[in-house]
């Protein structure tokens, strides 16, 4: 059974750097194919795709906020964290992680599926 | 990026009625393309992949079909807890894009 778990603080002060922490079980990021990713959602707003860490260590990031994301992972720890520096009022969302999976097919190609687990999310608030 | 653009962004509907959502790619993504459903203050739960596969558990009443830049779900006959927002997300480009959500509301 694969559960995916966000944390990490509700409020974050601008120009801070934020620090969440997406604990998984069920799933070993170590394992080829495996990919975990973070995506938000403002309230009211629709998702944003943020970044996504391979079990290989590739790593993918939105094109308008890969100058203050970066994406790790812990093997050990079943963990993924994300950072995001220079926090303003507008990245005030809610923050999702999820599990992805990268296959072959008999051909040798490879594609990605999309995140089909997902954490329940966690509400980050930037405000002085 | 990849500009994912739903309509429309919201529809009444009623329990029965037959519902279709439409999703297009600024360019073409072949098949790499999901449909999500998002409840409030609830996770998007993925329905469809590849565009017209359906996930493990999701009612048969939902069906996703396209390639190119068209796609479109279906719900055959809407129930109660299919009232929701929508959301296409294309995983053919990195960064992956989501469209802005279609909401279904109760007529």
Request: charged content about 0%; glycine content about 0%; aromatic content about 0%.
């Given at each position: 059974q694969i559960t995916l778990t966000e944390s990490g603080p509700t409020l974050v002060k601008p120009t801070q750097t934020l620090t969440l922490t997406c604990a998984f079980s069920g799933f070993s990021v170590s394992t080829s194919g495996v990919g975990v990713g973070w995506v938000r959602q403002p309230p009211g707003k629709p998702l944003e795709f943020l970044a996504l860490i391979y079990w290989d260590d590739d790593k993918r990031y939105s094109s308008h906020l890969k100058n203050r994301l970066t994406i790790t992972k812990d093997t050990s720890k079943n963990q993924v964290v994300l950072t995001m520096t220079n926090m303003d009022p507008v990245d005030t969302a809610t923050y999702y992680c999820a599990h992805n999976t990268y296959l072959y097919d008999d051909n040798g190609f490879g594609y990605p599926t999309p995140f089909d687990y997902w954490g329940q999310g966690t509400l980050v608030t930037v405000s002085s | 990026d990849i500009q994912m653009t739903q309509s429309p962004s919201s529809l009444s509907a009623s329990v029965g009625d037959r519902v279709t959502v439409t999703c297009r790619a600024s360019?073409?993504?072949?098949?790499w393309l999901a449909w999500f459903q998002q409840k409030p203050g609830k996770a998007p739960k993925l329905l469809i992949y590849k565009a017209s596969g359906l996930k493990s558990g999701v009612p048969s009443r939902f069906t996703g079909s396209g390639s190119g830049t068209e796609f479109t779900l279906t719900i055959s006959s809407l129930q109660p807890d299919d009232f929701a927002t929508y959301y296409c997300q294309q995983y053919n480009t990195h960064p992956w894009t989501f469209g802005q959500g279609t909401k279904v509301e109760i007529k």
């Open positions: - | 360019q073409s993504i072949t098949n």
